[in-house]
Every structure is written in C-alpha cells, then in structure tokens.
C-alpha cells in the first residue's frame, strides 16, 4: 500500500512518515535501477598522500585498516592512474591459506607482469628462479650451480627477483593482505628495502589486529633503514555524508536522504564493503520501492539490515540461482582470481550453462574481472563466506576437480595440487604433491612451510605406515609455530598402529616415532616406554635402532643409575654405511649431547667434530639444534665461554635459515647463562617475552623463562611471584630439578625445613643418588642445607661423598664449585666455623672465575657470617659490607636488604642503597612502568592504546598489567584502576573499557 503523505520535488521524494528515499523523479517508473560500482568517495585526502609518497624517490607506503574499508579500491585507484601516465606497477595477494606458498604473492605480482622472459635479457641470476616458475624453465638461463650457505642461495634468489624488476622498469611493487604473508615473502621486502638504492617503491598493505606475534612483517614496520622514505596511512571508516554519497553513486546519482544514509552508517560503521553489501542486498530483495516518481526504501524501522559483510553476501547468494551459485562456489573453492576454463572445469556445469552464470553473477556484482579472463571475489571476506557456506561433499568434489584441472598445466603448481587434492580427501595425490611442494620449499631455504605442509598432510589423513613414518621423520618440529605441535601428529601414529595390519618390524618403526615425538613433547617416561617396547623389533642396521638407544641413554624422566644410561648408549650401533649422510649426522649430534648429559667428557670432543658449513637446510637444523643442546651443557658444566659460542653458532644458523621458532630455544637458553653470568640488565623483560606468548612459544622454552624469571624475582623480593614462577617452571623435566632446588631455598629462608625436605627428596634421586651430577650443582647445595637444617648431618655427610665421588676430577667448574661449597655447609653445621670460612671463600673463588657473581657473593656472605661465628668480627664485617655493596649494584635488592639489617645489628657498615646493574627489585610495590600502565589504564585505556602511547608491545603492557594485579591483590582490571586510585597513586578513575577486562 502507498502511503500519500509526500510531496514529489525535484530533488527525489521525501517521506514524511519516516520512510528513506533514493532516486530521481526521472527515473523510469515499473522496474528497479541496475545498481552500478559504488564511486571512489571520501578518499581523495589518502590518494594524493599515496600519490605525494610514491612521487618522490623510492618509497614505502604501509596501508592500514580493517577488512572491507577499502584498501584495495584505494590502491587500484591509485596504479589505474598510474598506468594511465605510463608508470607500471606489479600487484600480488597473499592469499589466507593454512598452508602458505613460499614468495607466493611476490610470483604471482611477476608472472602477472612478465608475458615473454626471454625479452628481459636476464643474467646468470635469473637461473635462480627455475623451482619458483618451472613453467618458464626453457626460456631460463641455466640453473646456477648450488651454493653452500643456505643464506647466500637465498639473496641469490632475492637479486634475480631485484634484477626481474629492474628489467621490467617497474616502479611500484604492491603487495596486500601482507598480515598473511610467507615468512620468506616478508624476508624477500626487508631485502629490497633494504638496497640502496631502493630498487622500486613498496606499497603494503595489512590489517594491523592480524599480524601474528614474531612475525618478520612487524619488523618491516618497526625497522624499516633510517633514510628510508616511509609513509604511513591507514584508512578510517566513512562519515554519514561519504555513506550518502557512495549509496548515491550505485542509485545513478539518486538523492539518499539523510535519514538513511545515517540508518546505513550505524549498521554498517562506515566500512564500504558492509554499506555496499547492504545496499546490494536491500536491491534484491525489493526492499527499494517506486514511490510518485521516485526510489523510495521501505520504512526504516521495518528494515533488518544484516549487520556484517557474511551475513549480507550469503543472503544474496542465497538469492541467485543454483547455476550461479555453483559458479560462486567453484570461484571460492580457488580462492583466487582464476581463468575461464580452470573455473568452468571446477565447477562442473556445460559450457552454455556456465557463461550464462558466469556473466550474471559479474553483471550482478558478485564477481569482479582483475585482469582481463581472471575472475575473483572483490574481497576476500567474500570469498571466504561463499566459501563456508558449500556443503561438503560439494566442496570435497569441486577441490577434485580443481587438482585435476591444474594437473592439466603445462607446468602443474605443486603447492596448490597439494592442497585441492588435501580438501577433496585424495590422499595419495595429496602426499605425491605435498612431498614435491616440501622439497621445493626447502630448495628456497623455506623449511618452516616444509615442516607446515607435511604436518598438515600426515594430520589429516590415514596414511600407509611405510609413508606416514618417512614423513614424521622428515618433519622439523622446531620449525613449527604453536605450542603443541606433537600432539596430533602422536594421535596419526596410533591410528596407524590399531588400525593397519603390519608386521612386527612396522609395528616398532611406527611405535619408535611416537615414542620420539612424545619425548620431544616432553612426555619422557611415556616416550620411554613406547621406545623400549619397540626396540627388540627394529631393524638392526636402521637409523631408528641406534637412535632408539641414544634416546633411552638420555638422563631425563625419572630416576635411574648413570649406569643404565650408559650401558644404553654403548648399545647404540655405529652409523652403518647404508645410512643417509643426514641420518648419520643426527646420530653423531644426538651421541655427542647424550654424552655430555652423562658427564662424559668423550662428549665434547664428539662435539667439536660438528661440521662448520652446511649448506643442506636439514643438515642446518640439526646442527643448529645440536649447537643449542652443548650450549646447555656446556652452561651445566660451568664452561660459560663454550656455551656463549655455541648458542651463537645456533643463532647464527637459525637467522641464516630462517628457523625462526628455534629462536625462542636458543633465547632462552641464554637468558638462563646470562642469570648465571650476571648479565641482568634487561634480563626480565626478555624471559617476560618468552613466559607470556602461550600461543607460540614452546613449554620447554616458557618453562625455562619461568625459571630464570622466578630467580631473578626472589633475589628482588617478589616471594610470591618467584614461587609461581618457579612451579610452573618445574613442568618441563629439563627445568624441575633447578626448580625444585630454588624453591627448597626460599622454604629454607622461611624456616620450614620441612618443605625443603619434601621438595628435595625426589629428585635427590637423580640429581645425585643417580650419579647425574651435571644436574647436581644448583641442586646438591639445597639438598644438603636442608638436610643440615634438619639435623640429619650424616645423611648430608654421605649425600657430598656421594657427589664427589661421581664428579671426579672432570674439567667441570660449575660442579666443582658446588661440591666445595657444599662442603662448606657441612663444615659450617659440624662446627667447623674456621674450616667453614675458608671453603666458604674457596666456593666464592670458584663461581667468580666462571663468572657466576651472585653465587661468589651469597658464597661471600656466608664466609662473613662464619668468620663472625669463629669470633672474628673485625674481619666478618667489612666483608659483608662488600657484600651488600655488590649484591645491591647487581640488582639482588632483597638479599642485599638482609645483609643491611644484619649490619645494623652488629654496628657495621650499612653501603647506601645503590640502583642495580639489573632490573630493580619492587617487591610489592608497582615499579615505575607499572604505575605509568596504571596510570593510563586509570584514564580508560585499553590495552593496545596504551602500547601505543608507550611505544612497547601489548604482550609487554597485558605482562605489566597482570603484574600491578598481582602485587595489589586486583581481581580485574577495574579492580585494579581503584585500587591504584585508592593508593593516591594517581588521580580519578574511568572505568576501562569493558571489552579489555
């Protein structure tokens, strides 16, 4: 029914009862208009900031903002206008794939741009591109002969790409959705922004909330060189009259009344792709009605405008019919812009019926034409709706066709082959391409998407046992992200031991690899378990039959002789010469590390036969990883030099090859030989990092970060926060020996010796009943002064006989430091205050030649005290003065508090407080960042606000939140805001956002 209380104007027809109104009085009457491409609106202050930056020298522009604000549309615009004055331009997409291409987008944006190779006139370099475009390989120069530094076969690869560019006389690279960009993609911008000169002008774009924590891209923008020109825009949504102005512009001009424009604004926020969705969808479904001569819109509040770009795609889709819809689905199912033929082959349907389709869901604005014959979603927000909404034998079929129709290429894309034949559930075509596409990627030196690819290949299906064995054995663990990358990969493995008939020996193969992947996981008597079950049936000559043994001769899990883990290891069979020269290098890295935990000093020269160049990325990873287990013996052993040197070599090897998530191993491992060392400063918020990223750092890793993290708080004085941290760190096998140890000192200095005893009892065990003793030297001294604290000084006496006599006369400062300090204590408790002073000094000698400067000093004090105990107070003093002195400069504020009121007991010398070579100690006081996080959290900042304002990461802000929380017993973080207020701290509480609690 049309209501007659309007007034026709000119203008268009204004609805006095509330209705929207669109259109001209002009507009033909009895049909909807044909809605067009919305018009370029609200833009112009960004495309001549765009043009002003990409004017100049080379230049980066980084893009920021949401999805569907607009990014794209700005940049097309932008390279259209380019184009038009004869500046050429590359654009690649980084497509939102679990599994991503290595260099995908930076192939793509050249093998777009490049119709004849042979016309580029390329050099030798250019050989360097053949795994990346085998399509080209008959117009390439020669593959280059390899090279055996990994990094330089990868900046080889970089300088073709530079060269290709140069050739081509292009001068803006763009590439978007860069959030979801292939670490080797990213590697390949730091390059060539890097250059000087800067090659081409770098435009990226990128939503800021996707960029994954550690990714290289955040270096990319934090980094970029000093004389770079870099410029910044990010994208804001539009205002009620942009919305007016941009639905105007698909209505042939019509007028929209503000009313509904300012409807539109609030359902949609602004964004242009949810307005031009909405609009779109209020077409088909007649919800614009013919009104005295104009367009008119139902009324307002009768209107249910789907509130995001999902809901508002699938109801159109559900609007076509089922021809077009399938044409949407197969454009989906590729998931990037796709030629004719590839398209109608993935869809399924006749010729005839696929062109109708095809043309009308371009016409209708479903589908966009890139570039001439390509086809795609405008957005991948689109393309990803459509693309959930498939059924799923639909969807299974359609990746079918899809990896049959590529096989058909002249030269097939593996990657892509690997995932359609993955989706449609071919599981023999999926591992023969996945394997191919692995070994291509570690050609480009890119074995974290190796290792991605081939856990998602033996992750989702049944494979044979034969294969699914090669494969878990070719997959580098330390090269995945996450922080459970094992447990699906055990689940695949006994799936494949219940459910396939094998033989014995398959059997073992099969239960071998979960027992490795368990103990990797940390699960050690588990892992155990399976390998001794396994070992009687492997093969006597194979790889698995000597790593097997090396395996159970690690001292990890609980308690057993030396003797056994010894006997084990003299079991393990020599390489054989049958063996791959890989599997004999694990093995030979694996014995070395297997030794050295055993205390055998064979291990280090094992050690010193590691090959220094290695150009093979798998023979990389395992020297890398090997370089990292000696640099954590060699830190046990008290051998700091050694351990310095080979967790750089580690480092080393992991940033030339890009094993980005060795990274956090080899962190932490130095965090742990800097709290030794001394070398505070900085220290905290370093294991802070490590401890906070749940998501991404592995346990062992964060469990060791605990540890040195609960260390470093104890000396400061935060008691309660160095416990936590400290039984968390107990989680991980490699750590619960050190941790149980600390913890049994800060029950010692509290006087519950009870407590000291409970936590010391088991692992006394290994650590020195065990004759372990590279695990002794934090431990046994704990041990012991709970012991003598009990009264139980025999026990104590026998349990130091029992830890020299393991020990011996090895070259093991670190250990041999701890036996004479705990002779010491046991000195101490006989009576023995001379005797006790001067082992006392001995042990503080020992730790400092290392250096291990806060054990010298602790060692220091209890000299002190001995010598006051032996009556020689003139000398006990000023030793302690020296003492707290030191102990106050390295950042020991708690221990050095002691030592003060002590002094000022005794009418001693009590040093002034000085500020630390180390973090400062706050006990439960908020440290001065953590009162300016209060502070800004108090004036309703969230999180990331105020990261921004301070200029750190919000991992670091959400760690100092949590701490302040801590510390003034706050449940929330408005609890915590009046808390802070309550304090007189700072000023007048906000509430914080409600969304940031």
């Known amino acids: 029914m049309i209501s007659r209380d309007k007034v026709s104007t000119d203008a268009g027809v204004v609805d006095r009862g509330g209705a929207a109104v669109v259109g001209r009085a002009s507009t033909d009457a009895g049909r909807l208009p044909a809605l067009s491409a919305p018009r370029f609106v609200g833009r112009d202050g960004e495309l001549q900031a765009l043009g002003s930056a990409l004017g100049r020298t080379p230049a980066v522009v980084l893009l920021d903002g949401e999805a569907g604000i607009g990014k794209t549309r700005l940049l097309r615009e932008f390279l259209a206008s380019q184009a038009e004055q004869g500046r050429r331009a590359l654009v690649g997409a980084c497509p939102e794939l679990r599994v991503p291409y290595t260099l995908g987008a930076v192939v793509d944006a050249v093998r777009d741009g490049v119709d004849n190779v042979v016309g580029l006139r390329l050099s030798g370099l250019g050989g360097a591109l053949r795994p990346l475009f085998p399509e080209w390989a008959d117009d390439l120069p020669p593959a280059p002969e390899p090279l055996e530094d990994a990094t330089a076969a990868r900046h080889r690869l970089f300088r073709a790409f530079a060269e290709v560019l140069g050739r081509l006389d292009v001068t803006v690279l763009a590439l978007e959705d860069v959030h979801w960009a292939d670490e080797a993609t990213l590697e390949f911008l730091l390059f ?61 001009g019509g007028h929209v009344s503000t009313e509904f424009a300012a409807f539109l604004h609030e359902r949609t926020e602004g964004v242009p792709l949810a307005v031009e969705e909405s609009v779109r969808l209020m077409h088909d479904r007649a919800d614009l009605i013919r009104q005295d001569g104009g367009w008119a819109r139902r009324r307002l509040d009768r209107i249910d405008v789907p509130p995001t770009i999902r809901d508002a795609m699938l109801e159109r889709v559900g609007r076509v019919g089922p021809d077009t819809r399938t044409v949407l689905y197969a454009v989906s199912v590729v998931s990037g812009p796709a030629d004719y033929t590839t398209l109608r082959a993935v869809s399924g349907l006749p010729e005839e019926r696929f062109a109708a389709q095809a043309a009308e869901a371009l016409g209708g604005g479903l589908l966009r034409e890139g570039r001439p014959g390509q086809w795609s979603f405008r ?20 990746h079918l066709r899809a990896g049959r129709a590529l096989e058909r290429w002249p030269r097939p894309p593996v990657a892509q082959l690997a995932r ?44 044979p046992a034969e294969a699914l064995v090669r494969l878990v054995t070719k997959i580098q663990f330390q090269a995945l992200s996450g922080s459970d ?236 926060t160095a416990r936590e941290r400290l039984r968390f760190a107990g989680r991980d096998d490699q750590q619960r020996i050190e941790a149980a140890a600390a913890l049994a000192r800060l029950s010692l200095r509290e006087g519950d010796v009870d407590e000291a005893l409970r936590l010391t009892d088991q692992p006394a065990e290994i650590a020195v009943g065990g004759g372990i003793w590279s695990r002794a030297v934090d431990f046994a001294p704990a041990r012991i002064a709970a012991l003598v604290a009990a009264g139980r000084l025999d026990r104590a006496a026998d349990l130091v006989a029992t830890f020299e006599g393991a020990l011996g006369d090895r070259e093991a400062p670190a250990p041999q430091a701890s036996l004479v300090l705990c002779r010491a204590i046991l000195a101490e408790a006989e009576g ?89 100690g706050y006990g439960d006081r908020l440290s001065p960042r953590e009162l300016e996080v209060a502070r800004l959290l108090v004036e309703g900042l969230t999180n990331r606000q105020i990261s921004d304002s301070l200029v750190v990461s919000v991992q670091t802000v959400a760690s100092q939140v949590r701490s302040a929380m801590r510390k003034l017993h706050a449940t929330s973080r408005t609890a915590l805001a009046m808390r802070v207020v309550e304090s007189g701290l700072v000023g007048e509480v906000r509430r914080p956002p409600p969304g940031d609690e």
């Not at 030196?445 to 290949?457: C, E, F, I, P, Q």
């Not at 965090?671 to 030794?676: K, N």
């Not at 302690?880 to 000022?904: C, H, K, W, Y």
Request: charged share 25%.
């Open 485 to 720: 990358p094992h447990s699906q990969i055990i689940e695949s493995l006994r799936s494949a031991l219940g459910g396939q008939v094998l033989t014995s020996a398959q059997q073992a193969l099969v239960r071998f690899q979960i027992g490795r992947v368990l103990m990797v996981a940390g699960e050690i008597e588990a892992g155990r378990g399976e390998i001794l079950t396994a070992v009687p049936h492997l093969p006597p000559d194979s790889p698995e039959a000597a790593r097997a043994r090396i395996l159970l001769a690690l001292p990890l899990g609980n308690a057993r002789p030396v003797t056994e883990h010894l006997r084990w290891l003299r079991e393990a069979p020599p390489p054989a010469r049958s063996m791959t020269s890989l599997d004999r290098l694990r093995l030979s890295v694996e014995r070395a590390f297997a030794l050295l935990m055993l205390g055998e000093e064979a291990g280090w020269e094992a050690a010193r036969h590691f090959p220094e160049d290695v150009s093979d990325p798998r023979e990389a990873s395992i020297i890398a990883i090997g370089h990292t287990n000696v640099g954590e013996e060699a830190t046990r052993w008290g051998r700091y030099d050694e351990a310095r040197a080979r967790l750089a070599k580690a480092r080393a090897l992991a940033e030339r090859h890009q094993f980005l998530d060795y990274l956090d191993s080899i962190a932490s491992s130095r965090a742990h030989l800097d709290w030794f060392t001394g070398a505070w400063p900085g220290l905290a918020e370093r294991t802070a990092r490590l401890l906070d990223d749940d998501g991404g750092v592995r346990l062992k890793d964060r469990c060791e970060a605990a540890l040195v993290a609960g260390l470093m708080q104890a000396a400061s004085g935060d008691l309660g």
């Open 420 to 463: 359609h034949f993955r989706l449609a559930g071919d599981a023999e075509a999926a591992r023969r391409y996945t394997e191919q596409a692995a070994d291509l990627c570690v050609q480009a030196g890119d074995v974290a998407t190796s290792a991605l690819l081939m856990h998602s290949l033996v992750t989702t299906f049944a494979l």
């Open 379 to 398: 957005h991948s927000l689109a393309c990803h709706a459509v693309y959930d909404a498939i059924p799923a034998e639909e969807r299974r079929a359609m």
């Open 832 to 920: 023995r205050f001379a005797d006790a002073a001067t082992l006392f000094a001995g042990a503080a000698a020992a730790w400092e030649a290392l250096p291990r400067p806060y054990d010298a000093q602790l060692a220091r004090e209890r000299h002190a005290l001995c010598l006051l105990a032996d009556g020689r107070e003139e000398d006990g003093l000023p030793v302690l003065s020296d003492v707290a002195r030191a102990l106050s400069e390295l950042g020991a504020l708690n221990d050095a508090d002691r030592i003060a009121r002590f002094l000022g007991t005794r009418g001693g010398d009590v040093p002034a407080p000085t500020r630390g070579r180390g973090r400062p």
């Open 192 to 252: 060539l922004v890097s250059r000087r000169p800067q090659p081409v002008s770098v435009v990226l774009t990128y939503r800021r909330d996707e960029v994954p924590p550690g990714s290289l891209l955040l270096r990319l923008l934090s980094r970029t060189p000093a004389d770079a020109h870099l410029v910044r825009l990010t994208l804001d949504p539009l205002d009620v009259g942009e919305t007016a102005a941009f639905v105007s512009s698909m209505l042939a």
